[in-house]
């Protein structure tokens, strides 16, 4: 099963830092890299609590790399 | 109607082999009235030919900037320069071709191959009338082109490319008419067909011109459109006011610029909006596609980034062949002749902040400034606030 996961690529996000997030998706170990899908979205409207991140279908405010790697685990998990 | 024709022109010169300086010249005098282009061929080739050639051109296009007629033009040529006495030749060519918004053209050649002229692909003949000025026997012709057609001008050079080996009578006429043609497909713009034309020319002389070569390609298109909408409006009512309105126009190019503008024009054509899949340069946002709309970029960076590409635009108006937003916005504002700019005045308080930290201007200063800038090139600019 794949999980998407879509960064936002907005202003304010891109400016808090999404690009951080991206390159350890991008560089994730190869086990998840076969189960995620990652992209890019236009703003969410959330820009004061970004970067934002949606894992599934689950908006992740204030995000890090480990909070979004957090989620997709949990996402695989529970749909195991 | 008055037809209000816009003409691109591009020029590509090889000189000949071994010689360090083209004995050809090319003058483009634009003014709001027409542009003349006055193309030269020095005799000879190397600096004598380029210093006679330069002479020539200088010398009708300071006319020209006068107002002076064409005839006029050709007349203080024909009696200020000398023939050589020797091969009783003149020492340059001289060919003028002025173009006026309606389409007419008028043109006066002196010892150049003949000017072609190309609609929908096929070569139409142009009626010239011999004619004795200042006693010189120079061609002229009077003649009306449409949107689409194009012009060329070139020197004896191309014509005669190859001759003696490649091909045994040079590429000819024909020859460049096929060229042009296979390259004009290509290209939207005049400058790549001229340089192909020398491509090929130089290819034809095996990369050792026997000559100096020059190709012009003049061509006439209607004046081009392009619609930018940038920020949501002001009051949230006004949303799907500024969506018709931004989609109503015909026949341009749309532009978005902002992640909450994309959003909500989509929402609006009720389409979708996806995000593309790179970061072409960090600093800039990936772009976005929605069906019909021609650009879609992300707001304030790229609005700040393309000021600035814009700002360091170099002489022949290149820019990098890049595809982040705002290099491809800023090729887009380049090819128009007429930009709006639909601004939505809404501010995003998650902004403000970095604005300052940033030194960002905001979008109408970014706006007002791409203005100054897109007027000085010639360019019709409106806006409108929201
Ligand atoms: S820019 Fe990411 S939520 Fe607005």
Redesign the pocket.
């Known amino acids: 099963m794949i999980v998407p996961v879509k960064v936002?690529a907005?202003?304010?996000?891109?400016l808090l830092g999404n690009q951080e997030i991206i390159d350890v998706l991008e560089n994730m170990p190869a086990q998840y890299q076969n189960c995620i899908m990652v992209g890019f979205t236009s703003?969410?409207?959330?820009?004061e609590q970004?970067?934002?991140v949606l894992v599934s279908d689950k908006l992740i405010y204030q995000a890090t790399p480990e909070k979004v790697i957090q989620a997709i685990k949990e996402e695989l998990r529970s749909k195991k | 109607m008055v037809m209000t024709l816009k003409i691109d022109v591009g020029v590509a010169s090889l000189s000949k082999y071994k010689e360090e300086v083209c004995g050809d010249t090319v003058e483009i005098v634009k003014t709001e009235q027409s542009t003349t282009i006055v193309f030269s061929d020095g005799l000879g080739s190397g600096i004598k030919a380029s210093i006679l050639s330069i002479l020539t051109t200088k010398i009708a296009s300071g006319l020209l900037k006068r107002n002076v007629s064409l005839e006029q033009v050709f007349e203080t040529i024909a009696d200020t320069l000398p023939t050589c006495k020797v091969r009783n030749l003149a020492y340059s060519t001289l060919s003028i071709l002025r173009l006026y918004p309606d389409g007419r053209c008028h043109l006066i050649e002196y010892d150049n191959p003949s000017l072609l002229w190309i609609r929908k692909k096929k070569p139409l003949s142009i009626k010239r009338k011999k004619r004795q000025i200042a006693g010189k026997e120079t061609m002229e012709a009077q003649f009306f082109i449409e949107p689409g057609d194009l012009l060329v001008m070139i020197s004896d050079g191309v014509i005669n490319a190859g001759v003696g080996g490649l091909f045994r009578l040079g590429l000819g006429y024909e020859g460049v008419i096929n060229s042009v043609l296979d390259w004009a497909i290509e290209y939207d713009d005049s400058q790549p067909v001229a340089e192909r034309v020398t491509d090929v020319v130089d290819a034809c002389y095996l990369g050792r011109p026997g000559d100096d070569s020059t190709s012009i390609i003049i061509t006439a298109r209607n004046p081009r459109t392009a619609i930018l909408l940038t920020g949501p409006p002001a009051n949230p009512k006004h949303d799907q006011d500024l969506v018709s309105k931004f989609l109503e126009y015909k026949n341009v190019r749309r532009i978005i610029c902002g992640?909450?503008t994309g959003n909500l024009v989509a929402r609006e054509m009720g389409r979708e909006i996806k995000t593309n899949l790179k970061y072409e340069d960090p600093s800039v946002p990936p772009t976005a596609t929605i069906k019909g709309i021609d650009l879609v970029t992300e707001g304030i960076l790229t609005l700040n980034k393309c000021l600035t590409k814009l700002k360091n635009i170099d002489q022949d108006k290149k820019t990098e062949p890049l595809f982040d937003g705002a290099t491809l916005l800023c090729q887009s504002l380049m090819k128009a002749d007429r930009i709006i700019f639909l601004v939505g005045t809404a501010v995003n308080p998650?902004h403000e902040e970095f604005m300052n930290s940033l030194q960002l201007l905001t979008r109408m200063e970014v706006i007002k400034r791409l203005q100054t800038l897109l007027t000085e090139m010639d360019k019709e600019v409106v806006i409108e606030k929201y």
């Open positions: 936002c907005g202003t304010s996000c891109h703003c969410f409207g959330a820009c970004g970067p934002c | 992640g909450a998650a």
